[in-house]
């Protein structure tokens, strides 16, 4: 068993908290080529930086219930990607967010993920609605928004933000 607190489970995954023992992964993710091409340079470099964002960024939200977890399979515990309902306070509801490692794109994870996590938040938090945001050209981030029900809405921009973004929501 690992060092990391299950959330949820799916078929193939393990969705679990991020924690400091998962500040390698993170900083492997971060700086794949998907990440930087569609989300941003976080300019994370070290495993300090990476268990420091991990605090900062994803675990913040644990206590509401939401937040954004790691993603790992099942039979191994590997960590692939996170997935999570994020509470930006800038956006009307919370925020489906996710990002894989490289080489597990294309699989069907983030689906399985998202939709659980989107399933159990309407059921055990009451939540209604969620949004997504995403860039224009991540066409793989937009088929999967839109499989998860997801609509575009209107393109927003988001503060200290320099690039326009697509609003989904369901």
Known sequence: MGNFVTVYETDRLIISQLNKHDAAFMLQLVNTSS????IGDRKIRT???A???????YAKDYPKGIGLFCIRLKRSEFP???CG???????????????????????GYVFEAADHIIKKAKETLLIKKVCAIT???NHRS?????????????????????????????
């Open 85 to 107: 309902l994020i509470d930006r306070g800038t956006l009307p509801h919370p925020d489906i967010g996710f990002a894989l490692l490289d080489e597990y794109a294309g699989k």
């Open 35 to 38: 990440w930087i091409k569609y």
């Open 142 to 170: 937009i088929n999967t928004l839109e499989r998860l029900g997801l609509k575009y809405k209107k393109k927003i921009r988001l503060e200290n933000d320099d690039e326009d973004l697509l609003y989904f929501e369901n």
């Open 47 to 49: 495993l300090k930086q």
């Open 135 to 137: 860039v224009e050209y």
């Open 80 to 82: 692939i990607g996170t």
């Open 51 to 57: 268990e420091n964002y991990i605090l900062k960024s």
